[in-house]
């Protein structure tokens, strides 16, 4: 069946470091990916996401690309704040409205 | 404009208690989903519903149930709760052919 995997956790980054949270999927056909951020005590908000093949999704300085050679959808960001700490999460679905399966999430604590 | 509204946030329940908690979507939304999220294991899919009337299991449906009998609602029961099942429930919704899902604010179920 289809699965995600992301990098674990926790990453602890200093203000203004670059980021990069690996995900890659396994998936038949062409799925869409995502990157949905949970904030402290919130729910999940979608940042970006990319319906097919070499797709670049970008959000609030985030940006990821689907790369189905590697199978890949990583999340990277030039320059982080401490505003971005939170849990990231990538999913994919089979079709546009179809269920998401999620990783197990990557929490991104950032210091000043 | 309230999107998805799950109720109760919280809850505490005692093993072998039951409970129903409540989805609710005003966006017409053909999708619905129930997942639960674990520290570590993402959000995992518990049930779901591609419409009025239809259910379908998920990855985790052990020890719930679910019923659609109004697009608009989408219920998740524990008929006899467990320690096990202490989680955070997120509800979602979405539509066939849109990349948009709306995820409700989660749920905060404790069972001692």
Same mark, same amino acid.
């Given at each position: ?112 | ?6 109720? *109760?946030?919280? =809850? ?31 959000? =995992? ?22 019923? =659609? ?13 467990? *320690? ?11 539509? *066939? ?10 749920? =905060?179920?404790?069972?001692?």
């Amino acid at each position: 069946g289809n699965s995600v995997t992301q990098m674990e956790g926790p990453v602890t980054l200093s203000e203004e470091a670059f980021l990069t949270i690996n995900c890659t999927y396994t998936a038949t056909g062409y799925p869409s990916l995502f990157w949905y951020v949970q904030y402290p005590g919130e729910g999940l908000q979608l940042l970006l996401k990319a319906t097919k093949a070499d797709d670049k999704g970008s959000n609030k300085g985030f940006e990821a690309t689907y790369r189905k050679e590697t199978t890949s959808f990583h999340l990277e960001k030039g320059s982080v704040q401490v505003s971005d700490s939170a849990v990231y999460f990538c999913a994919l679905s089979d079709y546009p409205g179809g269920k998401l399966i999620f990783g197990q999430g990557t929490e991104l604590s950032v210091k000043p | 404009n309230a999107g998805v509204t799950q109720t *109760p946030k919280f =809850r505490v329940l005692k093993t072998g208690q039951s409970m129903t908690l409540l989805c609710a979507q005003d966006m017409n939304h053909e999708y619905m989903y129930w997942y639960r999220q674990d520290p570590g294991m993402g959000l =995992r899919l518990i049930h779901y519903s591609v419409g009025e009337g239809t259910t379908a299991k998920g990855e985790v449906p052990d020890g719930y149930n679910v019923s =659609r009998l109004k697009k608009q609602n989408f219920l998740l029961g524990l008929e006899s709760a467990a *320690p096990s099942q202490t989680s955070v429930y997120f509800c979602a919704s979405s539509s *066939p052919g849109n990349y948009g899902y709306t995820f409700g604010s989660g749920t =905060r179920l404790t069972v001692v």
